[in-house]
C-alpha cells in the first residue's frame, strides 16, 4: 500500500493544525501540586490535560531558610484528528519518487457486531482490511439472532452490511430486562499505575455495556489518566467477561540521564592488537604506544545531565522525576576547558593521560640512543621516557607514565607507575629489578626480578627469573617457555612449555591468591619464627635466673634488675607476637576467601620437575605432560585439556593509542 502526496500533505497539515492547538506557559507553586493548579488555571484546561516538564523542583528548606517553589513548563495536550486511511489502491508509478511505501496491512475480514442498548437492537459492520472478505448479510443476521433479536429491519441490515461505515445503528428491538444488563468491577494496582476492569456477562433480556458507560464508570472511579480508548472499543465491540482487563495505565517518571564524559582518546590501555612477524616475533613499534596529542586538540566533551521527565498514576497524581546529577569536568593538567564549557583542550603537545580520574597531557622524554655512563640515572615525573637504544648495567630509571625501551635492558632498576615495554630483551644477570604499576612486556626476560600490578607478558621466553604478577603472566610464541625461576600470578600462568628435559633448574608456578599479600603472609611468619626462636632463648634465660635466685642465700638488687628487665622483655616480645599473629590470620582469611579460580596452562608440554601450586594445594610434575591445563576443584590439582588465555586484553597489547603526530 502507498501513500501519495496528498495523503502525505493532509496528514502535515493535520499534524501542524495540533501543534497550533497547543498552549505553553511556566508555573510555579510550593509542590508540584500547587505549580499544576496555576498552570491549569492559566490554560484553562484540566490538569489531565496538561503535559509538563518539571526545571526546578523546588526545596522547603530548613525551618523556612532556603526555600525554593517549584517551577516547571505546561503544555495542553491537543485533540489528536484522526485520518481515514486510504483504501483504495494507489499506482506507485503515478507518483514516481514522490511516494512513501508504508509497511503492508495483514488482510482481515470484515465483520458484524451486535449491541443490545435501552430496548434498541444496535448493529456495527466494519469493512474487510487487504485481501480480506466482506461481511455478509448471512452473517449480521446470525448475530442478532443470536442476541434473541427477530424484529429487525432486514433492509436497513443489508444497507448497513454494504455501507460497513463502522458505526452502530438501530436495527430493531427486543425485551429488556434491565435487571439482567451487565455490569462491571474496578481494581486499581501496582501503586495506582495500572486500572484493571472484569465484565459480567448480561443475561437474557439485558443490555450490554458501551464504550461510554465503561469510560463513565472509570471517570466515577476516579480513574482519569493513560486510559486506553482502544481497548474499551474492544470491549464494547468483542466483551471478554470474568477476566481482568488492563484499561488504563500511568506514566512512570523518567529520571534525567546524569552528566557525563565521552572521552575522544583511549582510557583503558589494554586494547591494543599484538602483532607478530612471521619469525615469531612480536614487533612493539608498529604499536605506537603512546597516544600522542598536540595542543588544541580536543581530548573529551561533557554531555550535560538530561532533565526527568514526570509521570502520573491512573488516577491522576502527579510523580515527580529526579533530574540527572551533574559532574565537575576532570579537568588536570596541561589541558583548558573550551568556552562552550563542556570540552577539554590540550594546551601543549604530549602524551593524554587519564590518571588519578583527570585528563592530563603529559610531555614525553626522548633520550636518543642508549642509557649508559654519559646519560646517567633518570627520574622523569613529567609522563613517559622513551630510551631509543639499550639500557646499560648498573642504571635506575623512574617515570610517572610510561617507560618504553627500544633496545635491551640489562642489570638495572626500572620502576614505573604506568607500564614497562621492552623492544628487545631483559639480562637481568640475576640483579635487574623492572617494577610497573600496570604491566611489563618483553621479548624474553633472563635472570631478572619483575613485579607488575597488572600482566608480565614475553614472547620469546622467561629463564630463571622471579617474576610476579597481579594478574597473569602469559609466554606465548615460537619460543614461549618458562624454565627455572619462581613465578606466582593471581590469575593464571600461560605458556608454550614449562621446565625444561635437559636443565636441572627448578621452575615453580603458584597462582590463585594475592602475589603481594602471599608475599606480606610469609614475611610475617617468618618474623613469627624468628621471634619464637628469641622467646625459647629468653625462657631458658629466666629459668636459669629463677634456679639461681632461689640458691642465692642473699639478695642481689643487680641479678633481681636483670630478671625484671627480661621479663619485660618477654612480655614485648609476646605482644609483638600476638599483633603479627593476629594479622597474618586477616590476610589468610583474606586468600581464602578469594574467588579467583587461578590456573597454569601449557599449550605443549610440561617437563617433570616442574612444581604447581593452585593457592595452598601443590602437585610436583612426575612424568612429560602435553597440551594440558591445571586447576583447583574439591582441594585437589586436576587437569584438563589445554585451555586458551581468555583475556582479550593479553591479546590486543600494552595499551590504546590514539596516533597523533
Known amino acids: ?55 526546578e523542583p523546588g526545596s522547603p528548606g530548613v525551618f523556612g531558610f532556603g526555600k525554593r517553589p517549584c517551577k516547571l513548563r ?26 512513501i511505501t508504508v509497511p503492508e496491512i495483514r488482510d482481515r475480514d470484515g465483520e458484524a457486531f451486535v449491541r443490545l442498548s435501552g430496548e434498541s437492537a444496535l448493529l456495527k459492520v466494519i469493512p474487510p482490511v487487504g485481501k480480506g472478505r466482506r461481511a455478509t448479510d448471512k452473517h449480521a443476521t446470525d448475530r442478532l439472532h443470536a442476541r434473541a433479536v427477530h424484529d429487525c429491519d432486514e433492509n436497513m441490515v443489508r444497507e448497513i452490511v454494504r455501507n460497513a461505515e463502522g458505526e452502530y445503528v438501530k436495527v430493531g428491538s427486543y425485551i429488556s430486562n434491565p435487571a439482567n444488563d451487565g455490569f462491571l468491577t474496578c481494581d486499581v494496582t501496582d501503586s495506582d499505575m495500572k486500572a484493571f476492569v472484569v465484565l459480567t456477562q448480561p443475561g437474557p433480556g439485558g443490555a450490554d455495556l458501551s464504550r461510554e458507560a465503561i469510560s463513565f464508570f472509570l471517570k466515577n472511579n476516579k480513574i482519569m489518566f493513560g486510559i486506553k480508548d482502544e481497548v474499551l472499543q474492544d470491549l464494547e465491540d468483542r466483551p471478554h467477561y470474568k477476566e481482568p ?36 616475533r612480536v614487533n ?7 597516544q600522542n596529542v598536540v595542543a588544541g586538540q580536543p581530548l ?34 596541561n589541558v583548558h576547558i573550551a568556552e562552550d564549557g563542556l570540552t577539554v583542550i590540550a594546551d601543549i603537545n604530549g602524551e593524554v593521560t587519564f590518571m588519578a580520574a583527570r585528563i592530563n597531557v603529559e610531555t614525553v622524554k626522548t633520550i636518543e640512543g642508549d642509557l649508559d655512563i654519559k646519560v646517567g640515572n633518570q627520574m622523569f615525573l613529567g609522563g613517559t621516557l622513551i630510551i631509543k637504544g639499550n639500557i646499560e648495567d648498573g642504571f635506575e630509571v623512574k617515570a ?21 615495554i621492552v623492544h628487545q630483551g631483559i639480562n637481568g644477570k640475576s640483579n635487574a629489578i623492572i617494577k610497573a604499576g600496570r604491566s611489563v612486556w618483553a621479548r624474553f626476560i633472563e635472570m631478572a626480578n619483575i613485579e607488575a600490578g597488572e600482566y608480565v607478558i614475553a614472547s620469546d621466553g622467561i629463564v630463571n627469573s622471579n617474576v610476579t604478577a597481579n594478574k597473569k603472566i602469559i609466554c606465548q610464541g615460537r619460543r614461549a617457555y618458562i624454565v627455572g625461576g619462581h613465578y606466582r600470578a593471581c590469575e593464571e600462568i600461560n605458556a608454550k612449555s614449562l621446565g625444561s628435559a635437559v636443565s636441572g633448574a627448578e621452575t615453580i608456578c603458584e597462582v590463585g591468591f594475592d602475589p603481594k599479600s602471599k608475599e606480606k603472609l610469609e614475611g610475617l611468619n617468618t618474623q613469627l619464627v624468628h621471634l619464637k626462636h628469641q622467646l625459647d632463648e629468653l625462657d631458658k634465660n629466666l629459668s ?23 621479663l619485660a622483655k618477654r612480655g614485648e616480645l609476646i605482644e609483638e607476637m600476638r599483633n603479627l599473629a593476629k594479622e597474618a590470620e586477616s590476610i589468610q582469611a583474606y586468600l581464602n576467601g578469594l574467588k579467583t579460580r587461578g590456573r597454569v596452562s601449557v599449550s605443549y608440554k610440561v617437563y617433570p620437575g616442574v612444581k604447581i601450586q593452585i593457592k595452598d594445594v601443590r602437585e ?16 585437589m590439582i586436576k587437569k584438563t585439556k589445554y585451555e586458551e588465555v581468555d583475556d582479550e586484553s593479553i591479546r590486543r597489547g600494552p595499551h590504546n593509542v590514539d596516533k597523533t603526530d
Open 284 to 290: 612493539f613499534k608498529e604499536l605506537g604506544l603512546i
Open 400 to 420: 610517572a607514565g610510561d617507560i618504553e625501551v627500544y633496545g635491551n635492558v640489562g642489570r638495572s632498576t626500572l620502576v614505573a607507575e604506568g607500564d614497562v
Open 74 to 99: 505546561a503544555t495542553t495536550i491537543a485533540e489528536k484528528q484522526k485520518v481515514a486511511a486510504v483504501e483504495e489502491t494507489v499506482d506507485d508509478s503515478e507518483f514516481s519518487g514522490d511516494s
Open 245 to 280: 482487563v488492563l484499561v488504563a495505565e500511568g506514566d512512570k517518571p523518567q529520571n534525567g540521564r546524569d552528566a557525563r564524559m565521552q572521552f575522544l582518546f583511549e582510557v583503558d590501555k589494554t586494547k591494543l592488537h599484538l602483532k607478530e612477524s612471521a619469525d615469531g
Open 300 to 333: 573529551a566533551r561533557k554531555v550535560p545531565p538530561e532533565r526527568g521527565v514526570s509521570g502520573k498514576t491512573v488516577l491522576g497524581r502527579p510523580l515527580p522525576a529526579r533530574n540527572g546529577k551533574d559532574i565537575q569536568i576532570p579537568a588536570g593538567k
Open 1 to 55: 500500500m502507498a501513500v501519495g502526496l496528498p495523503e502525505i500533505e493532509e496528514l502535515m497539515r493535520r499534524y501542524q493544525a495540533d501543534d497550533q492547538e497547543k498552549k505553553s506557559v511556566e508555573a510555579e507553586g510550593e509542590s508540584l501540586d500547587d505549580a499544576l493548579k496555576n498552570a491549569s488555571i492559566q490554560l484553562d484546561c484540566p490538569i489531565i490535560r496538561i503535559e509538563y516538564v518539571v526545571f
Open 544 to 566: 636459669t635466673m629463677v634456679a639461681l635466685k632461689k640458691l642465692r642465700k642473699e639478695p642481689s638488687e643487680e641479678k633481681d634488675r636483670a630478671l625484671q628487665v627480661t
Open 620 to 635: 610436583d610434575i612426575k612424568i612429560e605432560q602435553k597440551a594440558v591445563t591445571f586447576y583447583l576443584e574439591n582441594l
